[in-house]
Nanobody, 123 residues
Framework: QVHLVESGGGLVQVGGSLRLSCAAS????????MGWFRQAPGKDREFVAC???????YYADSVKDRFTISRDNAKNTVYLQMNSLKAEDTAVYFC?????????????????WGQGTQVTVSS
């Protein structure tokens, strides 16, 4: 069973930075893509970023040039570095992984999900 655990969320001021981590277990981490999604209060869950097994990355337009997704296959961990945070980045952030490798941006394409970590950006 694949298990994902996010960490690193918290309260930060506008313009600040946070780094989220997601530790994975239960299968060969390096063989699959990894993604980050977020869900703000009263809104649908939305795609943020993904990284393929080779390290190719893809971002939502709203976070491009501010967020960076990366992975450390030796540590079975994926990261989301978030810079220049805005109030609208406030959300619960979820780590997820599909049952295949590639660039995926849709919720239904992801098979396994973490429990989420809260990010609050205050103005």
């Amino acid at each position: 069973q694949v298990h994902l655990v996010e960490s690193g969320g918290g309260l930060v001021q506008v313009g600040g930075s946070l780094r989220l981590s997601c530790a994975a277990s239960g299968r060969t981490f390096s063989s699959y893509a990894m993604g980050w999604f977020r869900q703000a209060p009263g809104k649908d869950r939305e795609f943020v970023a993904c990284v393929t097994w080779r390290g190719n990355t893809y971002y939502a337009d709203s976070v491009k040039d501010r967020f960076t997704i990366s992975r450390d296959n030796a540590k079975n961990t994926v990261y989301l570095q978030m810079n220049s945070l805005k109030a609208e980045d406030t959300a619960v952030y979820f780590c997820a992984t599909p049952n295949r490798n590639g660039v995926y941006t849709k919720i239904y394409e992801y098979a396994y999900w973490g429990q989420g970590t809260q990010v609050t950006v205050s103005s």
